[in-house]
């Protein structure tokens, strides 16, 4: 079956602090997509990156980065410097088509 | 440009009564997705179509559960009769795949109670 793990149910971080959730997911696929979204309490889905499995570099946006071991079929996220508003569920779907794969989430939670 | 619309916001009806869920796509996006969130099961697809076309609905949880796309401006999620199982968040995303990486843009859900 084709999977997404996220090991990780919850995990807190200091506001201004670094913090990195683990994403690690199984397909047979060779082309295919990942993403990383957030749900807030106000439960809209938000994109927040996006990485090309056929790229070796590592996507970043603002202060959202991912770590991507193809290999390993793991794909983490680091927030750096967090802000309150972080504070979500986060999602590592992935994608070979029209379809995505989504795992059970990560909470996060943002300690001021 | 406006995301995706989905109504109404909350429903709360009664076991046994029908519900329709409504959806529009983000102009120009030629897929459409239906997904179900609940604690237990997380997010599920239910089915989703292309070019107004069902594709895939294997998600659906069984006959009780309906979904049509008569244009590509428009979408409804139908549950007849409804049960309290149903409970859930449901989810309306559309997408443009001109290529692999095109994210999916949900709406905001729709949260549906069975008393």
């Known amino acids: 079956a084709q999977t997404v793990t996220q090991s990780q149910p919850e995990m807190s971080v200091q506001e201004a602090e670094t913090v990195t959730l683990s994403c690690t997911y199984d397909t047979s696929e060779s082309d295919y997509y990942l993403f990383w979204y957030k749900q807030p309490p106000s439960r809209q889905m938000i994109l927040v990156i996006r990485q090309e499995a056929y790229k070796q570099q590592n996507a970043t946006e603002n202060r959202f980065s991912v770590n991507f071991q193809k290999a390993a079929k793991s794909f983490s996220l680091k927030i750096s410097d967090s802000q309150l508003g972080d504070a979500a569920m986060y999602f590592c779907p992935w994608s070979s088509g029209s379809r995505l794969t989504f795992g059970e989430g990560t909470q996060l939670t943002v300690n001021p | 440009d406006a995301g995706v619309i989905q109504s109404p916001r909350h429903e709360v009806t009664e076991m046994g009564q029908e519900v329709t869920l409504r959806c529009k796509p983000i102009?120009?996006?030629?897929?459409l997705f239906w997904y179900r969130q609940t604690m237990m099961r997380g997010l599920e697809l239910l089915i989703y179509f292309n070019n107004n076309v069902p594709i895939d609905d294997s998600g659906m949880p069984e006959d009780r559960f309906s979904a049509k796309m008569p244009n590509a401006s428009f979408s409804t999620l139908k549950i007849q009769p409804s049960e309290p199982r149903d409970s859930a968040v449901y989810f309306c995303?559309?997408?443009?795949?001109?290529?692999?990486?095109?994210?999916?843009?949900f709406g905001d859900g729709t949260r549906l109670s069975i008393l």
């Open positions: 995303a559309s997408s443009n795949y001109v290529s692999l990486n095109q994210p999916q843009h």
């Open positions: 102009s120009g996006h030629d897929y």
